[in-house]
């Protein structure tokens, strides 16, 4: 059974940067994409960025390029989210997902698990 664990959102003011973690369990994750999404109250869930585990190819939002770095840690069995210059309107529950091959990285549908989310909230 796979397991996503996601750690390390809180209370940041804005300008100020978060390091998320998902720590993956269950399985091997090669062949696998991980991904990061967040949804706000109201709105509905966006896609943030997407790492291939094999590669380490990434993709990213245009919201949070430049701001944002997804990485992973084969060993650890973890994927990470560095969010710098934070703004009031990051402010959401981060989700981690992993996607059972690699397909179009933006659809959450075609994420296969997810985590229970991290609240990050930005004050202005």
């Known amino acids: 059974q796979v397991q996503l664990v996601e750690s390390g959102g809180g209370l940041v003011q804005a300008g100020g940067s978060l390091r998320l973690s998902c720590a993956a369990s269950g399985r091997t994750f090669v062949g696998f994409a991980m991904g990061w999404f967040r949804q706000a109250p109201g709105k509905e869930r966006e896609f943030i960025a997407r790492?291939?585990?094999?590669?380490?190819?990434?993709y990213y939002a245009d919201s949070v390029k430049g701001r944002f770095t997804i990485s992973k840690d084969n060993a650890k069995n973890s994927v990470y989210l560095q969010m710098n210059s934070l703004k009031p309107e990051d402010t959401a529950i981060y989700y981690c997902?992993?996607?059972?091959?690699?397909?179009?990285?933006?659809?959450?549908?075609?994420?296969?698990?997810w985590g229970q989310g991290t609240q990050v909230t930005v004050s202005s």
């Open positions: 997902a992993a996607s059972v091959g690699i397909s179009t990285p933006v659809p959450a549908v075609n994420y296969d698990y």
């Open positions: 790492i291939t585990w094999s590669q380490g190819t990434t």
